[in-house]
């Protein structure tokens, strides 16, 4: 058994908060070359106690819970920072499959996420023919309708199981929600996506935990959020994608651990520069929507985070010294966790432990 797994098969009193970064890798790809396959798609859990709370849904999260001991019975909820498929793409088979370790007596697991854009963004401006979008008929989909068609795709073999086998349909236990923006901070999607100011507002809460929200800058989609998790040992805060942004700073501020996307903008320019339209227009999107490890250090120490932990790595075979290269200018403890590390946050024993892969006695 390994010493993750010892940790989150512990007492169900034991309340100490954590976090699990079951998958570390960002973008929509199976990143080739040295070191393939060690990291996973975007995926963490937060636990406290006998429950687990998941942000994003990369590929490979089912079989992350698995190594990771955390039972799918064992979620209370499922948040969802946006809707790019390299944070989605797995959250059918997690129902799917999810759905054959849960119990008659199953509490519901919450499925909360960005509702639908209400406009498709507008084209790039390299576009020589502005493309046509694909399903014009329902083209921006929020987390509810999506997670409908989702399972609607796999009707066949679920009404194999619910019929013949006296299986439970995912829809019994997974509740999809949209996240509504409070309509007082002037968002629109294309006009005004992340408006400044924007006051964190509350999208769960249980007896554990409290969950606030905060618009990011991740264009062109909107909306796009990060989200803090508050605890009575301490907090953890998930920056999603995005690009250095004062709302983020906002609600991270005094956070005991930020985990942040990082990218490589030195690969971004080596791998699209002297390109066609395609080309220029992903380098304008990477610089517009993301953020550099140096600049993720400074989002954490405008913050006054007391840990950063880099991840959604971009790309994710990339050499440690990319994401090393910031540490020196961390005010707080720093971390390039590894896929299946255990992070204790807050007033746990042991958090006050830097390096990575640490876990608590």
């Not at 080739?32 to 636990?47: C, H, K, L, N, Q």
């Not at 194999?160 to 949209?178: C, G, K, M, Y």
């Not at 007082?184 to 809460?205: C, I, K, L, Q, W």
């Not at 989002?299 to 910031?326: C, D, Q, Y």
């Amino acid at each position: 058994m390994t010493d993750t797994t010892r940790l989150l098969r512990g007492s169900v009193a034991d309340l100490r908060p954590r976090v699990v970064t079951l998958g570390t890798a960002g973008g929509p790809r199976w990143w080739p070359g040295a070191d393939a396959g060690e990291r996973s798609g975007i995926a963490t859990a937060v636990v406290v106690g006998d429950r687990a709370y998941l942000v994003d849904a990369g590929h490979g999260v089912g079989r992350q819970l698995n190594l990771a001991g955390i039972q799918v019975s064992s979620l209370r909820a499922v948040f969802l920072t946006h809707l790019h498929s390299d944070h989605t793409v797995d959250l059918a088979s997690l129902a799917l499959f999810g759905m054959f370790t849960l119990g008659a007596d199953q509490h519901p697991i919450r499925i909360i996420g960005p509702g639908d854009r209400g406009a498709l963004p507008p084209a790039a401006s390299h576009a020589v023919v502005p493309p046509s979008p694909v399903f014009a008929e329902q083209p921006t989909p929020g987390i509810a309708a999506m997670f409908h068609h989702l399972m609607a795709a796999h009707a066949t073999d679920l009404n194999d199981r619910v019929l013949d086998a006296l299986r439970p349909s995912p829809l019994d236990h997974f509740l999809p929600e949209d996240i509504r923006v409070p309509e007082d901070s002037g968002y629109h999607p294309n006009d005004n996506p992340t408006p400044d100011d924007v006051r964190p507002f509350e999208v769960y809460a249980d007896e554990l935990v409290t969950v606030t929200a905060t618009l990011v800058r991740h264009p062109p989609i909107a909306p796009a959020f990060a989200f803090r998790f508050d605890t009575a040992a301490g907090s953890v805060t998930f920056s999603g994608d995005t690009a250095p942004c004062d709302n983020l700073a906002r609600l991270a501020r005094d956070t005991d651990l930020l985990l942040h996307e990082a990218i490589d903008f030195d690969w971004v320019l080596r791998t699209y520069s002297g390109g066609g339209p395609t080309a220029q227009a992903s380098i304008e999107h990477h610089t517009k929507s993301h953020t550099s490890p140096q600049q993720a250090v400074d989002i954490a120490n405008a913050a006054g985070a007391k840990a950063l932990a880099l991840h959604h790595l971009v790309p994710g075979t990339a050499p440690r010294s990319v994401w090393e290269s910031a540490a020196q200018r961390c005010r707080g403890a720093f971390f390039v966790p590894d896929d299946l590390d255990v992070l204790p946050f807050g007033t746990s024993p042991g958090a006050h432990l830097a390096r990575e892969g640490v876990v608590a006695p």
